[in-house]
């Protein structure tokens, strides 16, 4: 890479990786030792991080390498103070967001160890969530936090340690996303240097997901992973053009991360691993697949038995299946009661045609799925994008008529430009042989790296000589575009009329005279919400028809 451009996206992208990657693995050993969440996690990770910075600015750079380290310093506070301010600025307002997922988080803040302390219990209302003991401690969500990843919640936690802002801790969803377009404006830039322009818009379409924006501003955590895979396939890359340890690192830190994201994460980076190592077997003249399969092994053993002992281990050897309650023995059905009534029945490539071209909806039993024509848009399918989870059609209402183009694109650059193609076609394949092998392919949620299919083969199609490939690669861009500028405009526009809405709530409450009478519903997190704002309340069962809910939740509250 001759220009700096690449090798500042480079070493900015790595750095933000090992930040995080620094965060969950002390934290994963403070756990193992039997020391709860700390904010010596954090300290540690920004101290390594500047080490790190420090040395790969003499490695990649050969001259001014003092101003270039501070610019590169400057670079990454905007980064971390403009996740943090956006962050802190927006009430994540998601159905698991305010259930399980900031209960989690609270419970570890307050001092609950997974690793040492007891199992948490089952409860069936709503109780006080400031025992930090670690004794006894109950939640409806019991089954979830104990048995689930916690790499996010891990984050989380700490950030909130360190500041006591709970919303705050949604940063690291920024963080990853700025994290992927930089490695992957490097990969593209590497790949095309003589397109900067391009390579920049191309890279700010791969990163800007729409599973990734709809979960910004949430705790979900499917957006991660999307971020995640797209770091793995851009360093992965690089790698391969030049075996360089910095790129591994970060390829190996990435690869720890995605595994303690969820459970299907875990299986992801198997597949994307296994591809990496198969190419580097075929294809690399250097024979370096040696040393990738040793890091490779060496990174899935602390992925595993390390950041992942819990759950991993743990439901190993407690329930018989490392991805229990999921999986194995009394494994819990997640998804009927969550699926259209059509999709009884149907298996997960039926499921999938349906769901890709389909309207936009965010439908459970006893609804049904309602098919449309590709490249049209109703405008009932934006109600499904002011959530973070929807379900048919999830990355867009155009996206269908998307994969009609794409397989177009594809057929022609198979026609005429296969040796071109060839790599294209061996990545694409290998990420939807991720996608597929997840019996619920349907959700986008739940395979956000269908995303990066399309993207990949328009980026070959528009370096072909031949007119019509190319001005159908271009097509593609532009539908892929504007589905997105759809998605995302529906969403900000929907957050910030609710976060409006909370905030006139929680101005209403703070008025009354009274404390206010509060039924939490389960959505138990809100309660640091209304402590935070300064409001005295009861909480107690409401039958009152006068009760109002609380923000986009269940929860429900009665001014006196």
């Known amino acids: 890479m001759k220009s700096r451009t690449p090798n500042v996206s480079l070493v900015i992208g790595i750095v933000l990786l090992l930040f995080l990657l620094g965060i969950v693995l002390s934290t994963s050993i403070l756990f193992l030792l039997g020391v709860s969440i700390s904010t010596t996690s954090f300290w540690v990770a920004v101290c390594a991080s500047i080490v790190c910075l420090l040395v790969m600015t003499h490695t ?3 001259s001014r390498r003092a101003t270039m380290f501070f610019s590169l310093l400057m670079g990454l506070g905007l980064i971390f103070g403009i996740s943090w301010y956006t962050s802190t600025a927006t009430y994540d307002l998601s159905w698991d967001g305010q259930t399980y997922h900031q209960e989690a988080i609270i419970l570890l803040k307050n001092g609950w160890n997974p690793v040492h302390d007891q199992p948490l219990l089952n409860i069936t209302d709503a109780q006080k969530l400031d025992n930090s003991s670690g004794e006894d401690i109950r939640t409806p969500f019991h089954l979830w936090i104990n048995h689930y990843t916690k790499g996010p919640w891990m984050l989380d936690a700490v950030m909130y340690k360190l500041t006591d802002q709970i919303e705050g801790s949604k940063m690291f969803n920024f963080i990853l996303l700025f994290a992927s377009f930089f490695l992957c404006l490097a990969a593209i830039l590497d790949a095309y240097p003589e397109k900067k322009s391009r390579a920049v818009f191309l890279s700010l379409l791969l990163a800007c997901n729409p599973v990734v924006i709809t979960q910004l501003v949430t705790f979900y955590i499917d957006g991660q992973l999307a971020s995640l895979v797209l770091i793995i396939c851009s360093l992965g890359y690089l790698l391969f053009k030049r075996f360089n340890p910095w790129i591994l690192v970060g390829l190996c830190s990435a690869i720890i991360l995605l595994t303690a994201i969820k459970f299907t994460a875990l299986v992801y980076a198997v597949l994307l691993c296994g591809g990496l190592l198969v190419l580097f077997f075929l294809y690399d003249k250097h024979r370096h697949w040696k040393k990738l399969l040793l890091s490779l092994v060496a990174s899935g053993l602390v992925a595993v038995a390390i950041v992942g002992y819990n759950p991993y281990v743990t ?22 009661a ?5 999709f009884q029945g149907k298996n997960q490539f039926e499921k999938f045609f349906v769901s890709l071209f389909a309207k936009s909806e965010n439908i459970i039993r006893p609804n049904e799925s309602t098919m449309k024509w590709p490249f049209t848009v109703a405008f009932e399918e934006f109600q499904a994008f002011i959530g973070a989870d929807a379900r048919l059609a999830g990355f867009g209402p155009l996206f ?11 057929f022609a650059l198979f026609l005429r430009s296969r040796q071109l193609a060839k790599p294209v076609f061996i990545v694409s394949g290998i990420i939807l042989l991720t996608v597929f ?6 959700w986008a949620r739940y395979v956000p790296q269908l995303w990066f299919v399309p993207i990949l083969i328009a980026m070959v199609g528009l370096k072909t000589d031949k007119q019509f490939t190319k001005y159908a690669s271009w097509f593609l861009i532009c539908t892929l575009s504007i589905n997105l500028l759809l998605v995302g405009a529906t969403q900000t526009i929907a957050q910030t009329f609710f976060n409006v809405q909370v905030n006139l709530q929680l101005h209403e409450m703070k008025k009354s005279k009274q404390p206010v009478l509060v039924d939490f519903q389960h959505f138990n997190s809100n309660r640091i919400r209304l402590e935070k704002a300064g409001i005295e309340y009861i909480e107690t069962k409401i039958d ?3 009760a109002k809910k609380l923000g986009s939740s269940q929860a429900k509250y009665l001014v006196r």
């Open 544 to 546: 009152d028809k006068n």
């Open 60 to 62: 990649f750079f050969t």
């Open 338 to 342: 969550n699926s259209p009534a059509d």
């Open 315 to 336: 439901n190993f050897l407690a329930k018989g299946h490392p991805f229990y309650p999921l999986a194995g023995e009394h494994a819990v059905d997640i998804m009927t």
């Open 400 to 410: 269908g008529g998307a994969v009609l183009l794409t397989c177009l694109v594809s």
């Open 437 to 442: 092998i997840n019996p619920e392919c349907w």
